[in-house]
C-alpha cells in the first residue's frame, strides 16, 4: 500500500445527496480536493449548482428528491450513465420537528420518517443496487449522536437515526462479501441551516456548546475529514461502523466535575 496516497481519490466518481448546503456541501468540496469526481446532488438544483460551480470542471449538480423512489433511481441511472462507474456515494439529508412526543401529530411523524429514515433507505438501497455490479464502494449515512442519545422534543428524530445505524450495519452485512463497504458518521451539534433555531436562542446555543469537551459547536468544514476517511482506502477494512465526530458529548457525561 502507497501510504502517501492513502487518501487519494482520483479516477472515482462520488456523488453527496444533499450538496447544496451544510455538512452536503463541505464533503462535496472535500471529496473534490482528494481528486474524486462529484455530483453535487439536491432538491434543490440551484443550491448544488453553486456548490459544483464552486468546485470546478471535476463537478456537475443534479437534482434528487429522495421522498420519492423515482427521482433516486433516476439520479443514480444518470450517474452511471455519464460516467460508466460509481465509487462513493454520501447522503446527507435530515428535518426535525422539535416536539414531546405526545404533541407529534401524524403528519408531522411523517415527514420526518420520511426523509430521514426512508429517503435514506431509498438511497441505500439503490446505492447497493448499483455497487453491486461492479464489486465495489463505499456507502456514507449520516446519521447523529441522537441515535444513542436522546431529550425532551427529540424522540422522533432520534428514532430514525438510530434506523440509520441498523440499516447500516445490516446492509454492510449484506454487500461485505461483494467488497463494498457500508458505514455511518454521528456528528454532534455542527453550524448548519438545521441548527439555525438553536443558534437564534443564546441560551440554547451555549448549552449546546457546553456539552463538548471543547466548548464549541463544529463547523461542516469538521466533517470533510471523516468522510474522505471513510470514503478512502484508508479505512479499507472498515465497514459496518458508527464514526461520532461530536466533540466527546457521547462519551462524557459532563453534569458535574467531581473533585479527583
Known amino acids: 500500500m502507497n501510504y502517501e496516497d492513502i487518501f487519494r481519490l482520483d479516477d472515482r466518481v462520488a456523488v453527496v445527496i444533499g450538496a447544496g448546503s451544510g455538512i452536503g456541501e463541505a464533503a462535496a468540496k472535500g471529496l473534490a480536493a482528494h481528486g474524486a469526481s462529484v455530483v453535487c446532488a439536491d432538491a434543490r438544483e ?14 456537475k449538480a443534479l437534482a434528487v428528491d429522495i421522498t420519492k423512489t423515482e427521482s433516486v433511481e433516476r439520479l443514480f441511472r444518470n450517474i452511471v450513465d455519464q460516467y460508466q462507474r460509481l465509487d462513493i456515494v454520501v447522503t446527507t439529508p435530515g428535518v426535525n420537528v422539535r416536539k414531546h412526543i405526545a404533541a407529534y401529530e401524524d403528519a408531522e411523524f411523517d415527514r420526518v420518517v420520511e426523509l430521514n429514515l426512508k ?40 428514532a430514525t437515526k438510530a434506523g440509520i445505524v441498523q440499516m447500516v450495519r445490516a446492509l454492510a452485512a449484506e454487500l461485505g462479501p461483494k467488497g463494498i463497504r457500508v458505514n ?25 456548546a457546553a456539552k463538548s469537551v471543547f466548548g464549541r459547536w463544529a463547523s461542516a468544514d469538521e466533517m470533510v475529514g471523516p468522510v474522505v476517511y471513510l470514503a478512502s482506502d484508508a479505512s479499507s477494512f472498515v465497514t459496518g461502523s458508527v464514526l461520532f465526530v461530536d466533540g466527546g458529548w457521547t462519551a462524557v457525561d459532563g453534569r458535574f466535575d467531581p473533585p479527583v
Open 46 to 59: 440551484e443550491s448544488a449548482e453553486q456548490t459544483a460551480g464552486a468546485i470546478g470542471d471535476s463537478a
Open 184 to 208: 455511518a458518521i454521528a456528528p454532534g451539534v455542527v453550524e448548519t441551516p438545521l441548527t439555525r433555531q438553536i443558534k437564534d436562542r443564546p441560551d440554547w446555543y451555549a448549552a449546546y
Open 119 to 158: 429517503g435514506t433507505f431509498r438511497v441505500l438501497r439503490e446505492a447497493g443496487r448499483t455497487m453491486s455490479e461492479r464489486g465495489a464502494g463505499s456507502i456514507i449515512a449520516f446519521s447523529s449522536i441522537r441515535s444513542q442519545v436522546v431529550e425532551p422534543g427529540q424522540g422522533i428524530y432520534a
